[in-house]
């Protein structure tokens, strides 16, 4: 073989980093190697080497890469804060000291250096653990190799000591440990438990124990553990990262996940994991601007690079920053291009973007380098018609068909398949799909209807003597908003379109600002209303105020926007009291449709959870139809109503009427909305590029011996005749 020239270094670099990527840590390290035979003073090659390390338990190994990077660039703050990682998981005072003492000589910013000082003193914080009969030197050696890398040598000497001291919560923890990382998570769990019953006050063991259940996405189980260890140990920087973690995957506790990074981050604001899972935490909240600043934190702190990257595309294309997102997916593809998720990423902005062409390219080759990545299929074909020969459906049906398959991927390949039997006219194979994906949202996100209904009775007994008209909020901004609510797939986004057509109007999407900052002061922190009248004016205009700040970073030069939050219904009348020249339009379309449509389809983890039971989704819209009537006679003429089948029949004249009751002047316009370019960020995307069509109308009839249960569930009058 012919020896390496520095000018093929670059592309190797990126050949490497690709591996790396793909999870193929023992080719990326060797091509690694060969790179430092050429150029031993690479320190961006001795950093990823480290990463390796680091990643398959070689904490030696990771220590002398990074020495030698941090002679090269003892400046650079994703080395040292690699190197305090290692060095917490290696749990060494004197090893920690002597780091220490380095770092307060190197060219490094002074608070840095007291951050990575403060993280060590208060990880230090693990509980005591006895090691019972069991000789400490013995004990000492499992620990060494797990920390080494040898899990099966580590697990071998520790399976041995179990058996002869089966009482010894710590030895039980290092098999635990070990077996986890020879992929064996039955195992694993049997002692993660063992070790947690042997010694409650083994604060270490849960938070390893809790980790390792939001990595089987147990998030609820995770969540008992990590409090406890949070608890025991209020220092434990890692268990707080976790934690943040467990509440940030069941989708329903932003507030409790954000409260946990934050204290994870007073440990160590430097904390390359808890900004990056804080970033993502952020986009999952609807808050991009802020994933932005922290997913760049992450990325200096020594995050990894192409995650953080990614995280930081997604949120500039969710705040509205689409240019800077393309390009920097474009740089992301350049350094590695086999990442799979970057495609995902790229296509998934085109598809919002209305260009269905690059969106098919990007997420074909997205599900080239990922073909057993479940959501990647669903989002792609959530605006994409296969056709029935197309080699995704037999693709699909084979992982599908896995029984391994996690319960998050059946439902997303659930979803996708439904999908695809429908637009291939293979409308008897529809719930063979529908169905278990349904019932498998439903595992993972179990939910209780009664929620809801005790909602809007507290809204319906809070606000029922209220007389909003009588009372001005003084401070509140002078902003007219115009807000489109309604059930999900009701219309919503059809009518918002119509709407965005308008010289002056600006198409939101789903902001939710007002709503939420306007709850958060409406309530008490156990969930009751406070009495309006007693609310004070300037609490009022400061959540008001707040809402008005987000709506004018994300779109400074609007003149009208829309907000197409469908859950504003809600509280029409606090909104409208503190907004009056704020839009109200309520939509609705015929139940069996708009509730079949949501049944077909998965939402954003977390949200409309009633929507994976048919018998939930009737309730539901009876909850819709009695708080909107609520509001109706509440607040009479705050509000236009517009049925999408109506819509559908009328276009023209209904278009003018809900122009005009948005207040705004006719513009021809308004009719050809399917020409309008603006981003659409819903499920409907495909939709509102097209002209008005009526296919989707009755397309129930075509399900009814399936939808037995939503039938009896609204009521009388909603079954279809049956023949005589």
Known sequence: ?????????????????????????????????????????????????????????????????????????????????????????????????????????????????????????????????????????????????????????????????????????IIADILANAQAQLGQPDAAEENFRAAVALDATYAEARANYGRFLVERKKHEAAIGQLREAVRLAPKMKRAWVALGMAYARTNRMNGPAAQAFEQALKIDAHDPGALLEYARLMLQDRQPEAAVGLAERALSAGADPMDSRLCRARALADSGRVDDALAELAGVLEEWPTCGPAYAARGAIHQIAGDFAASRADFRRALELMPRNAETYRVFLATEKLAADDPLIPQMKALFDDPALPDSDRASLGFALAKAMEDTRQHDEVFTYLRPANDAMRRLYPYDIAERVDLFARIREAFGTV??????????????????????????????????????????????????????????????????????DAELAAAAQRAEAQMRRRFPDADVITDKSVQTYSLIGPIRAVLPDARFVVVHRDPRDCLLS???????????????????????????????????????????????????????????????????????????????????????????????????????????????????????????????
């Open 1 to 169: 073989m012919l020896p390496l020239s520095p000018a093929q270094i670059p592309r190797l670099f990126k050949e490497a980093r690709a591996l790396e990527t793909a999870g193929k840590l023992d080719q990326a390290r060797r091509q690694y190697e060969a790179i430092l035979q050429v150029d031993r003073n690479s320190a961006p090659t001795l950093f990823r080497l480290a990463e390796i390390d680091f990643k398959q338990g070689r904490y030696d190994s990771a220590l002398g890469h990074l020495d030698r990077a941090a002679a090269i660039k003892p400046d650079e703050h994703a080395i040292w804060g690699l190197q305090a990682r290692v060095l917490e998981r290696i749990g060494d005072p004197d090893r920690t000291r002597a780091f220490l003492d380095r770092a307060k000589r190197a060219p490094l910013p002074r608070e840095f250096v007291l951050a990575m000082q403060s993280a060590f003193s208060n990880s230090r914080a693990k509980s005591k653990t006895s090691t019972g009969t069991a000789p400490p030197e013995k004990i000492r050696q499992a620990i060494a190799l797990l920390q080494s890398g040898d899990a099966a040598g580590a697990a071998r000497l520790a399976g041995a000591l179990r058996k002869a001291h089966p009482d010894v919560a």
């Open 467 to 536: 007389d909003f008209a009588a009372r001005r909020v003084e401070g509140a901004p002078a902003i007219g908003p115009i807000f489109v609510a309604g059930m999900p797939r009701s219309g919503t986004t059809l009518v918002e379109q119509i709407i965005a057509s308008h010289s002056r109007v600006t198409g939101g999407g789903e902001l939710d600002y007002v709503r939420r900052e306007l709850h958060a002061v409406l309530t008490t922190p156990d969930g009751a209303f406070r009495d309006w009248n007693a609310v004070p």
């Open 598 to 724: 949501m049944y077909k389809n998965q939402f954003t983890p977390g949200q409309h959870l009633h929507s994976y039971s048919l018998k939930d989704l009737a309730t539901y819209y009876h909850l819709f139809r009695e708080i909107v009537a609520f509001w109706r006679e509440t607040c009479p003429g705050w509000f236009h109503e517009i049925r999408y089948e109506d819509l559908i029949a009328e276009p023209e004249a209904q278009s003018r009427a809900l122009i005009g009751a948005c207040g705004l002047e006719w513009e021809d316009a308004c009719l050809n909305f399917h020409q309008n370019t603006r981003r659409v960020d819903t499920l409907s995307v495909h939709q509102v590029r097209q002209p008005i069509y009526r296919s989707s109308m009755k397309a129930w009839e075509r399900y009814a011996d399936e939808l037995g249960e939503l039938f009896e569930a609204l009521g009388e009058g909603y079954a279809p005749a049956k023949e005589a």
